[in-house]
């Protein structure tokens, strides 16, 4: 299997749900627009930030990494050592932030400049989490050739930890996300969900065998997890039991992000983003004005979110940065 991201955005047609006929005043959708433009960008893979002034992006082409950052008011690409496409970010502070990605690479920036971090594994790496700078999580692995890859971060080093004996033929761990250091979860290729308790980790039942791709969370007991193929694949976990769904008619999802345990915005195929709430699994799909692939969604929890993606196939890749408004 080859390297990319092309492995995880297959093209599907979308659906949509549009409000009921008799419905005299439907509500107000939110407002998806080009957050900046993305002519020369590459596939724009992760977003997150400290706060709605310092924002991250990051993605880029098969040879090439790229990072762009918002300081409130623009935009900028940022200087990083030479990488190849990165895939995930995230931190811990304005100073004290990873990104991973291609071929075992990773960086970390701390707060003036991006640095090259050695983790000893040629493996792609999708996703990085922490609960503290001394403890840092990535997962990754080789699809459809494996094993999954799990490292952590004690400060300074990364290591490899032994993933736990599976109980199907999951070929890698796609993210990693928390509320504390004794309760991370790790979601993966087939369904596979891991649990530590800041001791162990161990395969937990998922309720599914769709690849689960990302997650995100307001506390232990309201976690949601997206995925699946050809129709949108949705894990819950109440804070003991993960119950996983299929949510057709949306179509494949690859993102998540959570302000409130009543309601988590998701992404994914060709321009696919919607409400859904967890509890019911009902959803409200929303026009972003794009048909490219959505791979990552974060909210600065000021009324505003950002979605990206773009095509990950052929050459060059092609981005898309959204931003969405509900004020």
Not at 44 to 69: C, K, M, N, T
Not at 90 to 102: M, Q
Not at 114 to 121: D, L, Y
Not at 232 to 245: H, L, R
């Amino acid at each position: 299997m080859p390297h990319g991201l092309s492995v995880l955005v297959p093209v599907m047609l979308a659906a949509c749900n549009p409000p009921p006929a008799d419905d005299p005043t439907p509500p107000t959708e939110p407002q998806w627009a080009e957050a900046f433009d993305t002519t020369d960008a590459g596939f724009l893979s992760a977003v997150w930030g400290s706060a709605a002034d310092d924002v991250f992006i990051v993605g880029g082409q098969p040879d090439r990494g790229e990072v762009y950052h918002f300081d409130g008011t623009d935009w900028s690409p940022m200087d990083i050592p030479e990488t190849p496409i990165l895939i995930w970010v995230y931190g811990l502070g304005s100073d004290d932030v990873f990104a991973v990605g291609e071929r075992g690479s990773a960086l970390h920036y701390d707060g003036a400049t991006w640095t090259e971090m050695a983790t000893g594994t040629d493996s792609d790496l999708w996703g990085v989490w922490g609960d503290a700078s001394d403890d840092v999580w990535a997962v990754g692995g080789e699809i459809g050739t494996g094993p999954p890859v799990l490292l952590h971060f004690d400060g300074d080093a990364w290591s490899a930890v032994a993933v736990p004996t599976l109980d199907r033929a999951s070929t890698a761990l796609l993210k990693v996300w928390g509320t504390t250091a004794t309760n991370v979860f790790a979601v993966g290729q087939l369904g596979v969900i891991l649990g530590y308790d800041g001791t162990n980790w161990a395969q937990v039942p998922s309720g599914t065998s769709e690849d689960l791709i990302s997650l995100w969370g307001t506390g232990p007991d309201h976690i949601v997890a997206v995925g699946g193929r050809s129709n949108g694949e949705v894990a819950v976990y109440d804070g003991s039991t993960w119950t996983s769904q299929t949510v057709a008619p949306i179509v494949g999802l690859n993102g998540v992000f959570m302000e409130q345990p009543d309601e988590a915005l998701i992404v994914g195929l060709i321009g696919t983003a919607a409400t859904l709430d967890p509890d019911s699994l009902t959803s409200e799909l929303e026009t972003t004005g794009t048909s490219l692939t959505l791979h990552a969604v974060w909210g600065d929890r000021a009324g505003r979110a950002y979605a990206v993606g773009g095509r990950a196939t052929g050459t060059p890749y092609q981005g898309v940065a959204l931003i969405r408004s509900t004020q």
